[in-house]
Every structure is written in structure tokens, then in C-alpha cells.
T-cell receptor, first 117, second 113 residues
Framework: GAVVSQHPSWVICKSGTSVKIECRSL??????MFWYRQFPKQSLMLMAT?????????EQGVEKDKFLINHASLTLSTLTVTSAHPEDSSFYIC?????????????FGPGTRLLVL | KNQVEQSPQSLIILEGKNCTLQ??????????LRWYKQDTGRGPVSLTI?????NTKSNGRYTATLDADTKQSSLHITASQLSDSASYIC????????????FGTGTRLKVLA
């Protein structure tokens, strides 16, 4: 199957700093990527839908000014957590949608664990 | 309201035993149903995908079933191995214009030696 990578795989930062997470589709072009957050023992929660060349669509309750999403190319989307606080500590997972003649499939990245001290 | 419910929430079995995980959904309009395996600290990996017309799909020791009439799916794991310890997530895709994934809460499986 297609491969989606995330970088970094884990990050520890001080409260108040900003953290950027990259999501790349390695062997296909993705016009749409998704960003999820997962807390321990809970399912994935969709944060936003990232569309190449346009503004991201955020889910209800997700602050767009705090979680900045940029989808500058068909293979790269970035999530920047601005002024991070301890409650932002979580597992962030991206996925990329591949559309073919047979339909569409989402491929998930390996996730990025963020710890804010 | 689109919902996906999974049971049991957690399960512990001995290595070599079989187990079945359940998924009930109320999603419309239904497009397809996927089972994912998520190892701790990793992203989900697709195991099976089934459309409305498919009622069973196998992937090695994993066999998924789908009953579109009752809106139920199951994932059967045969001859479990220690490496099967993970969370298993049922995801139903709805298509209304664009696709939308609805995630179940997952079943945490622990296989003991």
C-alpha cells in the first residue's frame, strides 16, 4: 500500500513554544490530507481536513489559530501547534487520501507524540 | 447521527485462541467499512475493506464479515499471536459529496503467552 510519513515521530517542548509536524505522502499525490489527535485509550478524533492550495476545514471545537495547517503541495501538509500548553500533549496522526479509478483510500502516518512540559 | 460502536471495549485471550470483535454502525449513506489495526504508539494500518455488496473479506488470519441489512460487522482473528496485541478500529465511510470517515472507539486486544 501507499506510504505516509510523519516527522518528527516524537517531540518534547516547553510550554509556550510552537511545534511543527510534517506529513508527507511518499509515493502518491494527495489533494486531501487529514489531521487527527488521539488521547490515551481513546479513538482518533478528526481535527481538520487539509486541502492542497486552499484553507483547511476545521472540526467544531478545534481552534484554527492554535492549530495552523498548511498544505502547500500535493505531497506535504504541516500542522503547527502554536503556543503549546501541557493540555496539547497528545498523539497526532495524519492521513492522506489517495483517489484512483476504483475509489479512495486513506493511508495513515505513523503518528507524532507531542509532550509539552 | 452517524455512529460506530465496537465491542468489547477490551479483550484478553491466550495465544493460539480465536476471537471475534464486533462493530455496529448507523452511518448513511454507507460507502464502505474498514478494519484497522493500531499498535501502541503507531498509526492505524488497514486490514480489510468491504463495500455494500461484500459480506466477507480475509487477510491472512483476519476475516471480516459485513451484514449491510443489520449494519453489523465482525473481525475474526484465528490462531492469535502475541503480535496481534493492539487496538482494532472499525471505520465506516459515508459519502455525501465527499467521503467522511466515522471511527469506532476501538477494541483493545491483549494476547497472552
Amino acid at each position: 500500500g501507499a506510504v505516509v510519513s510523519q516527522h518528527p515521530s516524537w517531540v518534547i517542548c516547553k510550554s509556550g513554544t510552537s511545534v511543527k509536524i510534517e506529513c508527507r505522502s511518499l509515493d502518491f499525490q494527495a489533494t486531501t490530507m487529514f489531521w487527527y489527535r488521539q488521547f490515551p485509550k481513546q479513538s482518533l478524533m478528526l481535527m481538520a481536513t487539509s486541502n492542497e492550495g486552499s484553507k483547511a476545514t476545521y472540526e467544531q471545537g478545534v481552534e484554527k489559530d492554535k492549530f495552523l495547517i498548511n498544505h502547500a503541495s500535493l505531497t506535504l501538509s504541516t500542522l503547527t501547534v502554536t503556543s503549546a500548553h501541557p493540555e496539547d500533549s497528545s498523539f497526532y496522526i495524519c492521513s492522506a487520501r489517495e483517489s484512483t479509478g476504483r475509489g479512495e483510500t486513506q493511508y495513515f502516518g505513523p503518528g507524532t507524540r507531542l509532550l509539552v512540559l | 447521527k452517524n455512529q460506530v460502536e465496537q465491542s468489547p471495549q477490551s479483550l484478553i485471550i491466550l495465544e493460539g485462541k480465536n476471537c471475534t470483535l464486533q462493530c455496529n454502525y448507523t452511518v448513511s449513506p454507507f460507502s464502505n467499512l474498514r478494519w484497522y489495526k493500531q499498535d501502541t504508539g503507531r498509526g492505524p494500518v488497514s486490514l480489510t475493506i468491504m463495500t455494500f455488496s461484500e459480506n466477507t473479506k480475509s487477510n491472512g488470519r483476519y476475516t471480516a464479515t459485513l451484514d449491510a441489512d443489520t449494519k453489523q460487522s465482525s473481525l475474526h482473528i484465528t490462531a492469535s499471536q502475541l503480535s496481534d496485541s493492539a487496538s482494532y478500529i472499525c471505520v465506516v465511510s459515508a459519502r455525501k459529496g465527499t467521503y467522511k470517515y466515522i471511527f469506532g472507539t476501538g477494541t483493545r486486544l491483549k494476547v497472552l503467552a
